[in-house]
């Protein structure tokens, strides 16, 4: 009677194991929640040819999925188009997939904007088990961590900006006359930095020390990769002087200070971020500069007509400042 009744709890434990694979193998619901956006892995397959993936995004999900360190292989990236749903189907060989006898293993970087890295950015570990006829995945608890991706050296192209001349000065931390720093925090007297870490409060700051002999303007401010790269370039201030927001990026609002009468910074803040191409941020800015007495308006959203821009055009000289940011892990 015993040994019956042994038989019946083994045989109803095969069956509610076989049950489960069958789960697994079938609908594989595996959540990974954030307070920007959420995924569920849909479905999940491996063999030696091909690695398969389905995710479901959030609604609000609009940025760009890729696999780690492969951001320009275009057939390793993908984008939610509006349908909420992702499928990747990936030649085994490709996208940094790892193998180890019979797993295979992908990294998947979900960033919630395009073309750049910005806080919120996480990496999805997805491990399979290839199984004659059935796969299933294996995920780690942790599987999302924050991410600073190393730089991928397949990149061509170059980068083009609107024609700017003559003199170049770039931003070392030493005095000059017009300057371009990065500081930490949200604050015009922060600490000069030369590192910051995705999403830390920065702000972008263009110094004049004398503004007795004459005056500026701050318009056309990029941030690129520094590789050559045209899909790594963020607009930070356009041409007229005024911000371009960009959600864990960018703040809209550009500030201009006086300080004694005679120095004058003209600012942003921004928070730190990343291209997928590089752990270095290289930042630019045209400079407008005028001899004194001149009057400018930083940010002037409705000019009049095209002809008032070129007279105007004609006071002004150009100077470009740079400065260069690594973002550390």
């Known amino acids: 009677m015993l040994l019956k009744s042994v038989r019946i709890v083994l045989n109803f434990s095969h069956i509610i194991h076989f049950c489960i694979q069958l789960i697994i193998y079938f609908t594989i619901q595996i959540k990974g929640d954030d307070n920007q956006f959420n995924y569920t892995v849909q479905n999940l397959q491996c063999n030696k040819d091909e690695f398969k993936v389905a995710l479901k995004v959030s609604p609000n999900f609009g940025g760009i999925i890729f696999g780690r360190d492969y951001f320009q292989d275009e057939k390793c990236r993908w984008y939610n188009n509006n349908n909420n749903e992702i499928e990747m189907s990936i030649d085994i060989n490709m996208c940094g997939i ?26 999805i570990l997805i491990k399979c088990t290839s ?17 600073s991706l190393t730089s991928n050296p397949n990149i061509s192209n170059k980068l083009h900006f609107s024609p700017i001349t003559t003199s170049t000065l770039t931003g070392n931390g030493s005095t000059s006359k017009i300057s371009l720093q990065i500081l930490k ?17 920065l702000t972008l700051l263009v110094h004049l020390e004398n503004t007795r002999l004459y005056n500026i303007l701050l318009s056309d401010c990029y941030a690129h990769d520094g590789k050559g790269n045209d899909k790594a370039i963020l607009k930070i201030i356009d041409s007229q002087g005024c ?35 590089n752990k270095n941020v290289f930042f630019e800015c045209k400079i407008k500069t005028c001899i004194q007495p001149c009057t400018v308006k930083q940010c002037k959203k409705n000019s009049k007509s095209d002809i008032n821009k070129e007279s105007e055009e004609k006071d002004f000289t150009n100077l470009v400042v740079k400065y260069m940011l690594e973002i550390k892990p």
């Open 243 to 277: 911000g371009v927001p960009l959600e864990r990026a960018v703040e809209e609002d550009v500030t201009t200070q006086v300080i004694n009468d005679n120095e004058k910074n003209i600012f942003i803040n921004i928070y730190g971020f990343q291209f997928t191409s």
């Open 131 to 147: 199984r004659e006829e059935k796969s299933f995945s294996k995920i780690p608890e942790n599987d999302e961590i924050v991410i």
């Open 98 to 123: 790892k193998k180890n006898e019979d797993e295979y293993e992908l990294s998947l970087i979900m960033s919630p904007e395009k073309n750049i890295i910005v806080v919120g950015a996480k990496e």
């Open 185 to 201: 925090q949200h604050n015009a007297k922060g600490i000069l930095t030369k590192t910051a870490k995705i999403g830390e409060p």
